[in-house]
């Protein structure tokens, strides 16, 4: 009886075990694949910005930082003379004081000449530079007061751009204000031999008058300014001259 069951106990472990076996061995049936989660659609990045002020707060702030973007060096110098835009500022400053009510000195408008030689290479290379207003307006308080006719003329090139390209500011419009007010250019014209002497000389002969061009459309009145005459040389006669230069010496003797 033992036997028997203990018979009947394999045989059913032995079916159990053969039943694992084959449902092992059978091919699975294929599980349906678990549908994925979308992922949502990536966000379109803005290209990156050339403006180096787009990160500013406010548009004070954006303003500032353009202007900062936009200036030169301190220790950036232009023009021949290498001059930082503070020298040029200087240099008119100077120059404002030196020159009085008028000025024709050379040595005076050489500096002069210079600075605004250098303006000139500052704004062209940093043509949005806020202070270039101001050393515009400083070169036309001292240009103006020297009569020559470049000058003269640079000073109405530098006040008609301070009243276009800059007319909101402040030195812009001083320069609107001084434009509409009239303005005249004064230069000095070639100084005339004086009439009597030129008449002794010349008889019949008078100086003319230095012309007064007419401005021309959008130009300002133009002064020339005739200069105190000036005496002409005197002319020696021929016993002055012999007196002065000596006897002519005597040819040499032939024997």
């Known amino acids: 009886m033992r036997n028997a069951r203990t018979t009947l106990s394999t045989s059913s472990f032995t079916l159990v ?13 294929a599980t349906s694949a678990v549908a994925a989660t979308p992922k949502p659609a990536a966000t379109p990045q803005k290209p990156a910005s050339k403006d ?15 202007e900062f973007n936009s200036s030169a060096p301190g220790d950036e110098y232009f023009g021949r003379m290498k001059m930082s835009y ?17 000025t024709t000195d050379p040595h005076l408008i050489a500096k002069l000449d210079f600075a605004t030689e250098a303006l000139r290479k500052w704004a062209a290379k940093y043509p949005n530079d806020p202070e270039l207003a101001r050393s515009y307006y ?13 000058e003269q003329q640079v000073t109405w090139e530098f006040m ?10 402040y030195f812009g419009k001083t320069m609107k204000t001084t434009i509409a007010q009239g303005y005249t250019e004064h230069w000095f014209g070639l100084a005339q031999l004086c009439s009597t002497a030129l008449l002794d000389v010349m008889p019949g002969t008078t100086p003319d008058a230095t012309p007064v061009p007419s401005p021309a459309p959008g130009r300002p009145d133009v002064d020339v300014i005739t200069p105190p005459c000036v005496q002409p040389s005197p002319v020696p006669d021929a016993a002055e001259t012999l007196i002065r ?8 003797h032939k024997p």
């Open 245 to 252: 230069l000596g006897p002519s010496p005597s040819p040499p």
């Open 138 to 150: 400083l070169a036309v308080l001292v240009l103006r007061k020297v009569y020559t006719q470049p």
């Open 160 to 169: 008609h751009l301070l009243a276009v390209k800059y007319g909101n500011t």
């Open 17 to 29: 075990l053969a039943s694992a076996i084959l449902v092992f061995a059978l091919p699975q049936p």
């Open 52 to 66: 180096l002020c787009d990160s500013t707060k406010s548009k004070w702030a954006h303003l500032k930082c353009e």
């Open 86 to 102: 503070l020298g040029i500022d200087n240099t008119y400053k100077d120059g404002a004081i030196s020159a009085g009510d008028y």
